[in-house]
């Protein structure tokens, strides 16, 4: 697993395969926009909206070198390990979420939900 805030629920969001190298991808998950990053074998899950302005994260470029997901709109980076903005003008951080791969499925955990 990667990535972690909470445990809860797994939900399957896509095939590893379907996601392509060092460039982000939304996904819903039970209501929640997440972007989805791979990186190598690892995939990273953080909140889709940049805490600076209502814009999808995803559509942005991915910064592999800094482990990062770089917002379209004005430039912030954000850390795909601990969602803290690591550029201005974004300051504050996005949600991080937990992340399984499982006989190449990909299933992420939102914070607060109960095991079943």
Same mark, same amino acid.
């Given at each position: 697993?990667?990535?972690?805030?909470?445990?809860?629920?797994a +939900?399957?969001?896509c095939?590893?395969?379907?996601?392509? #190298?060092?460039?982000?991808?939304r996904v819903?998950?039970?209501?929640?926009?997440?972007a989805?990053?791979?990186?190598?074998?690892?995939?990273?899950?953080?909140?889709?909206?940049? =805490? +600076?302005?209502?814009? =999808?994260?995803?559509e942005?470029?991915?910064?592999?070198?800094?482990?990062?997901?770089?917002?379209?709109? +004005?430039? =912030?980076?954000?850390?795909? #390990?601990?969602? #803290?903005?690591?550029?201005?003008?974004?300051?504050?951080?996005? *949600?991080? $979420?937990e992340?399984?791969?499982?006989?190449g499925?990909? $299933?992420?955990?939102?914070?607060?939900?109960?095991? *079943?």
């Amino acid at each position: 697993m990667s990535g972690a805030q909470n445990s809860g629920h797994a +939900h399957r969001v896509c095939r590893l395969e379907d996601l392509a #190298e060092a460039t982000a991808r939304r996904v819903d998950v039970d209501g929640v926009a997440v972007a989805l990053v791979r990186l190598g074998d690892t995939v990273h899950a953080i909140g889709d909206i940049c =805490s +600076h302005e209502d814009v =999808s994260l995803a559509e942005g470029l991915v910064d592999a070198d800094e482990c990062a997901l770089e917002c379209w709109r +004005h430039g =912030s980076l954000f850390s795909l #390990e601990t969602g #803290e903005a690591l550029t201005l003008p974004a300051t504050r951080p996005v *949600p991080v $979420y937990e992340v399984e791969v499982a006989d190449g499925e990909v $299933y992420v955990r939102l914070p607060g939900e109960d095991s *079943p």
